[in-house]
């Protein structure tokens, strides 16, 4: 079963709205948590990540929020462009090698 | 710039066939990392080396196999392909110092189709 839970799995949002994905785990262990950005066609590629010992961490118009106790994690995409249509993956990790457990994913897409 | 390219985009193979898939990153990175990715699963990992002839399976490494002979190239391995191996693979990479950045690079994919 995965080990980071997240929703929702698709996001439909206007340009210069904001799109929020969440994302929850249970191992207390993990220690590192990114957000991955993939357009069709590619890879995915780091878009912004956070350590617990800070709650949250912005570049840009992408923020990360971090409850801790809650054992969650969300993205939030300020003033969303069409540009910002792709899939966006959370993940996890743990251990000194950087292995990542990763989210299911959700599909955004920002209307002009 | 980091580049992790793979050797095919699009593959096409018949259920039985040894496939082989090649990954080669530029950076020097000590870590490489072999995923799958599905619709509504994300990205799972299949294994993972952190030097050269080390290798550490992932989550499901079961009916694949890797090879690493040299630092920048890793290879994942279907010993015998199967349908349910359809799939996307991708392949990626990073520093072993992971105090500095447990960024992962990756590879454009390659998309897996066993007929």
């Known amino acids: 079963q995965q080990q980071v839970k997240q929703s929702p799995q698709s996001l439909i949002v206007q340009k210069g709205g904001i799109s929020i994905i969440n994302c929850a785990y249970e191992n207390t262990a993990f220690d590192y948590f990114p957000w991955y950005q993939q357009f069709p066609g590619k890879g995915p590629a780091l878009l912004i990540a956070i350590r617990p010992d800070v709650s949250e961490k912005k570049e840009g118009r992408f923020t990360i929020s971090f409850n801790k106790s809650a054992k969650q994690f969300s993205l939030h995409i300020m003033d969303s462009q069409p540009g910002d249509s792709a899939t966006y993956f959370c993940a996890a990790s743990t251990d000194s090698w950087g292995k990542l457990q990763f989210g299911a994913g959700t599909q955004v897409v920002v209307t002009p | 710039d980091v580049k992790v390219t793979q050797s095919s985009r699009y593959l096409v193979k018949r259920t039985g066939e040894k496939v082989f898939l090649e990954c080669v990153q530029d950076?020097?990175?000590?870590?490489m990392f072999w995923y799958r990715q599905d619709p509504g699963l994300g990205l799972r990992l299949i294994y993972f080396s952190y030097d050269v002839k080390m290798k550490e399976k992932g989550d499901i490494p079961e009916g694949y196999s890797v090879s690493r002979e040299k630092k920048e190239r890793f290879s994942l391995i279907l010993e015998s392909a199967s349908t349910n191996q359809t799939s996307m693979y991708l392949c990626?990479?990073?520093?072993?110092?992971?105090?500095?950045?447990?960024?992962?690079?990756f590879g454009p994919g390659t998309r897996l189709t066993v007929t």
């Open positions: 990626a990479s990073s520093l072993s110092l992971a105090e500095i950045s447990y960024e992962q690079y």
């Open positions: 950076m020097d990175h000590e870590n």
